[in-house]
């Protein structure tokens, strides 16, 4: 069996076990380029889709390269120009061409802001999974679907994922995405124009209706009421509703009540802070987005400094700016010096006056322990949260390497310390009982 025979048996597999949107997007544009020595080189269009291919579709792919070739085979994936189009015998689903850039641009969305670019874990997960129903059967699940959270969560990212994913699907779908404020200005324009008969007639005719921020309509009373009935006109026709905001409907205080009942008439998911786990992910995504492979040292380093997405990745790219303009190395010791930690073999000004010892002897008076049960390799909780405290205060106030502070609390693993620093961190916000204890501490140590 010749490659590309092989490769079209194969994709008419994978067909039949990824999403529509996902086939179309990043398999449909791939072929074999090489077969030698049992290691089958495979062109991909863009670093997205070679990131992909490695991190969540190696295993399945290579299951039914093997079974094929009768051998055990290694996939590598590169990014090489894949313009030929696909003979039309490779069956139905080529004639319905994948979402371009021009199509995302028409209905104001990112092309790149996608489900498979979305990294999950616990803390999106069903947010990820009723976005993923309704981008699979729009008007029927969750109608309307309302995102709330703070900045950074990845409110828009799903948003506008549904409607990429619906785009691939039936690409002659009317989706409409606008901030609130564009929302707002709009109606405004109008009203003053003398055109909302051609306002009415864009928003309310369309099948998927996708509004970012909707508390900006806060106060605005003809807005809202010009929303309301758009709402109902989408809705009454089937049309899917998607919304974002900040905060969910009830705490929005100057919305009137019967728009505040429409929202909650559907599924309200509460978007939280991404845990240092999926922040990780975020920035390897991110990072091969742009090209590059970042190291897991260097993701973690980076993922450390901040629980908001946005502030990671401007990180990130001030850290691979560095590297291209100054011809600098991609290193650790650099990533540390972007994200304002200090250097693994420094030496910060608190560590001279306080040391590690005397951070250590508060926390065990603090919790009642001896330091052998903070050190010992127990993991219950009277004794595995004062672990993590005194792992936070070693990181975050003496400045200390992550090597150093596991060596220090019983020979952990930087990863060890990187969840204890994140797991805190998250903790002090809203528990009142550890933010009194880590006070106390922090007064004791450093006055």
Same mark, same amino acid.
């Given at each position: ?318 850290? &691979?700016?560095?590297?291209? $303009? /100054? +011809? ?5 010791? !650099? #990533? %540390? ?31 009642? &322990?001896?330091?052998?049960? $903070? /050190? +010992? ?5 009277? !004794? #595995? %949260? ?31 310390? &990187? ?29």
């Amino acid at each position: 069996m010749d490659t590309a025979r092989l490769w079209k048996t194969i994709l008419d597999q994978l067909e039949l076990q990824v999403t529509k949107g996902t086939f179309v997007t990043f398999f449909l544009p791939t072929k074999i380029v090489g077969l030698e020595n049992n290691v089958a080189t495979v062109g991909c269009n863009s670093a997205v889709a070679v990131m992909l291919m490695e991190t969540r579709y190696y295993a399945l792919i290579k299951s039914h390269m093997d079974k094929l070739t009768g051998q055990n085979t290694s996939l590598l994936f590169k990014i090489v120009s894949t313009k030929s189009t696909p003979p039309a015998s490779m069956g139905p689903l080529f004639n319905s061409a994948p979402v371009t850039p021009n199509r995302a641009v028409a209905a104001h969305l990112r092309p790149d802001f996608i489900f498979d670019t979305y990294a999950v874990s616990g803390t999106n997960h069903m947010a990820y999974a009723a976005a993923t129903a309704v981008a699979s059967s729009p008007g029927t699940n969750y109608n309307p679907l309302f995102f709330y959270g703070g900045v950074g969560v990845g409110k828009t990212h799903l948003m506008q994922a549904i409607g990429n994913e619906v785009l691939v699907k039936k690409p002659n779908t009317k989706v409409i995405y606008c901030m609130g404020e564009e929302f707002t200005n709009d109606i405004i324009d109008a009203i003053q124009t003398k055109t909302t008969k051609k306002f009415k007639d864009k928003y309310r005719s369309a099948q998927i209706l996708l509004i970012d921020d909707v508390q900006f309509l806060e106060g605005k009373i003809r807005v809202q009421e010009e929303f309301f009935h758009t709402f109902n006109a989408v809705q009454r026709e089937g049309g899917q509703i998607v919304l974002t905001s900040d905060r969910p409907p009830h705490e929005i205080d100057r919305l009137e009540e019967r728009l505040k009942s429409r929202f909650e008439g559907g599924l309200l998911v509460d978007m939280q802070k991404p845990d240092f786990e999926l922040r990780c992910a975020i920035l390897r995504i991110k990072a091969q987005q742009k090209g590059v492979d970042l190291s897991m040292p260097i993701t973690q380093i980076l993922a450390a400094t901040s629980d908001s997405v946005r502030r990671l990745e401007g990180v990130l790219t001030k850290l &691979l700016t560095e590297v291209k $303009i /100054k +011809s600098l190395p991609l290193t650790e010791d !650099l #990533a %540390r010096a972007v994200a304002g930690q200090p250097a693994a073999n420094g030496q910060s000004s608190q560590a001279t006056s306080v040391s590690p010892k005397d951070v250590t002897e508060i926390v065990i008076r603090r919790f009642n &322990l001896s330091l052998s049960q $903070i /050190k +010992s390799a127990k993991r219950n909780r009277p !004794l #595995a %949260r004062p672990r993590q405290v005194l792992m936070y205060l070693l990181r975050t106030q003496l400045e200390l390497p992550l090597e150093e502070v596991g060596t220090w609390v019983g020979g952990r693993d930087h990863t060890t310390v &990187l969840h204890a620093v994140d797991t805190i961190t998250h903790l002090l916000s809203t528990n009142a009982q550890l933010r009194e204890d880590v006070e106390w501490i922090k007064k004791e140590a450093f006055g």
